[in-house]
């Protein structure tokens, strides 16, 4: 059974900056995608940020140039440093898991697609 823990969320204000982290009780030896999502109040929930089994990255527009995934194999840890934050940002946080399938265009990326799911984090940004 594969399970995904979240770490590091909080409270911040406008501008600062928040690590996440996701350990993965179990990397597959075959293809994989790694995601972040989030989920504002009141909105659906969206992909943002994926590492595929090459250590391939893809970030949105949204979060581009300030928020960086990143993973440490030795640790089965996936992280999310985040910075130059915004209330925009407030959400709760998922870490989510799609074995055996590499990484969709983000523009294609969708929960439905992953079948492990951490259990969300929270971050609050203030103004």
């Known amino acids: 059974q594969v399970q995904l823990l979240e770490s590091g969320g909080g409270s911040v204000q406008a501008g600062g900056s928040l690590r996440l982290s996701c350990a993965v009780s179990k990397y597959p030896t075959g293809s994989y995608c790694l995601a972040w999502f989030r989920q504002g109040p009141g909105k659906q929930r969206e992909g943002f940020a994926v590492?595929?089994?090459?250590?391939?990255?893809t970030h949105a527009d949204s979060v581009t140039g300030r928020f960086t995934l990143s993973q440490d194999n030795a640790k089965n840890t996936l992280y999310l440093q985040m910075n130059s934050l915004e209330p925009a940002d407030t959400a709760t946080y998922y870490c989510?898991?799609?074995?055996?399938?590499?990484?969709?265009?983000?523009?294609?990326?969708?929960?439905?697609?992953?079948?492990?799911w951490g259990q969300g984090t929270q971050v609050t940004v203030s103004s």
């Open positions: 989510a898991g799609s074995w055996s399938y590499t990484c969709k265009p983000m523009e294609d990326i969708r929960d439905r697609d992953f079948g492990y």
């Open positions: 590492i595929d089994g090459e250590g391939r990255t």
